[in-house]
């Protein structure tokens, strides 16, 4: 039997426990995103009801991650988990359905729910085998839809398609957290506020280059193209991470000049090397575009980043 001193203390004990149990704040949600601007988006949703990671380091890009064992223990702790969708992680989307239960509950795309209209295919490449007299060109036309195209995932370089996503994540959120509904509401509606306003600083900042022909380089940028009116003729990379063929180059050269493109857009992930040659001999200028598939892991981190293309492209294409 139990010493009446080892049975008082298990009852205090047992009481202590009750009281913890009963007087603790609930565990917060938590939420995991996969790259930077999904990171920022859900973190302003989120505010301080619920805890939001990023799978990706803030200096790894979707295309080189690769997994670790604690990264699979963190996809099946997550209540949320937030992806872009149309095809920027299949390798995160296989790990989710073998590593998390009812996986299809707890994952919200940024993509879903985009009128087809909406999503613009990969842009078309160079007609390299144009026939005699025949000059090759590019067809940029961003709302063609072909049978067999594949759906660009760049959908974050459009603040009014982040509106979307914000409102997918928001619904994910409150489904998840029914008692926080009302929280989650406010804090998304203050942060559309937010992305409203970087619409209307971006679309009156390039007002006076509107039409300008614009190559880059990879086809990251159409949707955002598109929505300011910048004129997509060409990327430098056809196939992203593959060097270009010296046939692929020689059509983009003349769809430059032709185009009268005067400078070449590079990435902060790219080998600068190969635009840079090529702006050599076609006497044109280099800038760099930031995609922000990667970067800072902070709530402001995607609004910076735009405005930081903004002021490239307004130097660049002034």
């Not at 635009?275 to 598939?293: C, P, Q, S, T, Y």
Request: proline share 6%.
């Amino acid at each position: 039997m139990l010493s009446r001193r080892w049975f008082i203390a298990l009852l205090a004990f047992i009481g202590f426990a009750s009281g913890m149990a009963s007087g603790a704040e609930p565990s917060r949600l938590r939420v995991l995103t996969s790259i930077s601007p999904l990171y920022c988006w859900t973190a302003n949703v989120a505010g301080s009801l619920a805890t939001v990671e990023n799978l990706l380091p803030a200096d790894v890009s979707p295309h080189d991650y690769q997994f670790r064992p604690r990264d699979l223990k963190r996809i099946g702790a997550a209540d949320v988990i937030v992806l872009n969708g149309l095809g920027l992680e299949d390798w995160f989307a296989r790990a989710i359905r073998a590593n998390s239960k009812d996986a299809k509950m707890k994952v919200v795309r940024i993509a879903d729910g985009l009128p087809e209209a909406v999503l613009v295919r990969h842009l078309p490449t160079i007609e390299v085998g144009a026939g005699k007299g025949t000059t090759p060109a590019l067809d940029h036309d961003h709302d063609h839809h072909d049978a067999g195209g594949q759906a660009n995932p760049h959908l974050w370089l459009d603040p009014q398609i982040a509106r979307h996503g914000v409102s997918n994540i928001l619904h994910a959120l409150q489904t998840a957290d029914p008692a926080n509904t009302a929280g989650y509401a406010m804090n998304a509606t203050a942060y559309l506020a937010k992305l409203d306003t970087l619409d209307a600083e971006i679309r009156a900042a390039t007002t006076t280059i509107r039409g300008r022909p614009v190559v880059t380089f990879h086809d990251a940028f159409p949707y955002f193209c598109r929505r300011y009116g910048l004129d997509l003729v060409g990327v430098i990379e056809e196939v992203p991470g593959t060097d270009p063929s010296p046939r692929y180059l020689a059509a983009l050269l003349k769809v430059v000049r032709a185009k009268g493109v005067k400078v070449l857009f590079t990435e902060p992930s790219s080998n600068p090397r190969l635009a840079k040659r090529l702006a050599d001999d076609l006497g044109i200028a280099v800038a760099e575009l930031d995609v922000l598939e990667t970067g800072a892991l902070t709530p402001t981190s995607y609004e910076d980043g735009m405005r930081r293309n903004l002021a490239v492209l307004r130097q660049a294409l002034r």
